[in-house]
């Protein structure tokens, strides 16, 4: 496909006039009473373009709620702070936290039909359901979180250590995120990364050390991906943990660079989710929305702006071995060396320490 001359985006813009036929009859039956939906997601999951075609096809608004963290988007539907929330977006290593608490509706599988492309490793999961066996989340979307950074700024390929490093103090960045800055301290420190999210207060209290230690030397914890991008476009950090939008939206203009630490990469999983307050007239869109999330148009936008794959593989075959391996599906083994943060059973523990660092 890459020697035919045809571009990638005409490639992925012919897939994706093919599935929005397809798609079009199934999703036009969704007009109904309900004219708006609220989506919390992150704000490189959440583009209008993704979603356009959804609200042209059933006439239903997706509203956008982007979130600041997992740890907020949680507090907030725990206390309910967020009632007007439809669809959330709990990680896949997460999601027992919001099963746990009973604050999502069951999932019918069988009302989502593009679930039957999605890969295996996603659709047998047993992290989305609770303790007999009902389902309550759909991961739709999965990816890796690397070290971002200025070639032109760095000798050579940054690690995690280099995030502690006095020598860069002012230049770097982390995510206000307990589960991966504590993690990655706790990779610092020594800590295998098989264990890194089994870690009890002895290990969290080595890598609270390394974490107070490390703070005065960050220009800021990131909260949002395009703050930490604005950051980068005008000088203002040069190394960060973070996600890949930034290099994305930067490389054509500064020298960026994206590292995979041998000591870990961290990968993720979002998932799509109802509250279990949500409306049965709502619930009926929320179906229609996570099958769309599972199907071609979705993929097909987001591989090719946000280069992000679903988990789904329907337009994987579709794609040359250059967009397969743009979006890292070109060899699904890359998964095995992944690590899947996963919230541990001491979390509350993780976020006391969290606090700490950031208070220090």
Known sequence: MAGSGVSRREVLAGIAAGAAAG????????????SEMVWATWDSN????????????????????????????????????????????PSLN?????????????????????????????????????????????PYLWGLNPIVYRKDKFESEPDYTTLFNEKYKGQLAMRDYALESIGIAGLVAGVPRDKVFL?????????????????PLLRTYWQTIGDLTNLFATGEVSCAFSWRVPYDALKDKLAMGMAKPKAGIMGWCDCFAMPATLSAEKS????????????????????KIGN?????????DELSKEQQAAIFVDDMDVMKSFMWPVAPENYSEWLKIWNEVKAS
Request: aromatic share 10%; proline share 2%; no cysteine.
């Open 46 to 89: 959440g583009h209008p373009e993704y979603i356009a075609a959804f609200e042209a096809q059933t006439g239903v608004k997706v509203k956008l709620s982007y979130l600041s963290s997992e740890d907020a988007q949680f507090a907030a539907l725990k206390t309910g702070t967020a009632s007007d929330w439809d669809m959330i977006n």
């Open 284 to 303: 009926e869109i929320g179906y229609k929305f996570i099958d769309y999330l599972l199907g071609a148009e979705f993929a097909t936008q987001i591989a």
């Open 23 to 34: 798609m079009f009859g199934s999703l036009s039956s969704a007009k109904a009473a309900v």
């Open 308 to 316: 992000y794959a679903t988990t789904s593989s329907i337009i994987r």
């Open 94 to 138: 997460g999601s027992w936290r919001y099963i746990k608490a009973g604050l999502l509706e069951e999932i019918d599988m069988a009302k989502i039909p593009n679930a039957a492309k999605m890969y295996d490793v996603f659709k047998t999961t047993p992290k989305v359901l609770d303790a007999s066996g009902k389902q309550f989340a759909v």
């Open 199 to 215: 870690m009890e207060t002895k290990e969290l209290a080595e890598a609270k050390k390394l974490l107070v230690a490390q703070k």
